[in-house]
């Protein structure tokens, strides 16, 4: 498909020819100036039957955009277990605001509350709204294939600890990512306001207008239960690779 950008040349089935004048590929929402209108039209490429000038249709998906990274990064992490990297951890949680949901990668021992903390490695749905990227120079809608050649170009050293097996959570991951993926993901946190942990992995949609999971419950990850009834809740420590320490969370983050 051709590209739509401001300046592209369109026609619409009662409008005639136009010009794109904004684009925004998060939605699927675009405006156009036809003939010597003073105002723009708003189109939806979704159900609008916009064409480019020379006929050809602009498709655009019906079903709204991921509003996290998360399952794009579960596919990922699944499919570097499968390549011998199953040291490799993802950790997700809610903000203190329940709006939106970190995540965080980190390889070598399995301390999820010590977790090392490297430049690039964690990152927010907040941010994701905004810029549709991971932030290893990848491309939006990049395939976990590529995620996972940018990873390696990024931080070859971060993704070299994560070789070593940990066959009990790559299978624990592999149950998960199959029984929740593409529309789910799951959390390792909840609201300690409204109760105590729950029995079971909490689990969320990755987009709008995606039914409540009604799946069978999840377990959490292997040790999980045994970490928080022996080991006494501390704040993991801090390890950031780059100068910008003002980037890495804050206490009340994690």
Request: aromatic share 12%; proline share 10%.
């Amino acid at each position: 498909m051709k590209p739509v950008a401001p300046g592209t040349v369109i026609f619409h089935r009662y409008r005639g020819y136009g010009v794109v004048t904004s684009v925004n590929l998060m939605t699927g929402w675009i405006s156009a100036r036809f003939s010597n209108e003073g105002r723009t039209l708003d189109l939806n490429l979704s159900c609008d039957h916009v064409q480019h000038a020379d006929g050809e249709p602009i498709h655009f998906r019906s079903a709204s955009p991921d509003r996290m990274p998360h399952g794009r990064l579960m596919a990922m992490v699944r499919e570097l277990h499968k390549a011998g990297y199953q040291r490799l951890y993802l950790y997700s949680w809610p903000k203190p605001s329940g709006l939106h949901w970190r995540w965080h990668l980190f390889t070598g021992p399995r301390h999820w509350m010590q977790r090392s903390w490297r430049e690039g490695w964690y990152g927010s749905g907040a941010e994701y709204n905004l810029n549709p990227v991971i932030g290893w120079g990848d491309n939006p809608g990049a395939s976990e294939h590529d995620l996972i050649s940018a990873l390696a170009k990024f931080d070859p050293h971060g993704l070299a600890r994560a070789l070593g097996r940990d066959e009990d959570h790559t299978q624990w991951f592999s149950d998960v990512c199959n029984t929740l993926l593409p529309n789910y993901t799951f959390s390792l946190g909840w609201d300690q306001h409204a109760g105590p942990q729950p029995d079971h992995l909490p689990v969320i949609p990755l987009r709008s207008n995606v039914k409540p999971y009604a799946g069978p419950p999840l377990p959490w990850p292997p040790g999980w239960g045994r970490l928080w009834s022996s080991v006494p809740r501390v704040t993991p420590s801090v390890r950031v690779t780059g100068t910008n320490r003002a980037d890495a969370p804050s206490d009340a983050d994690r």
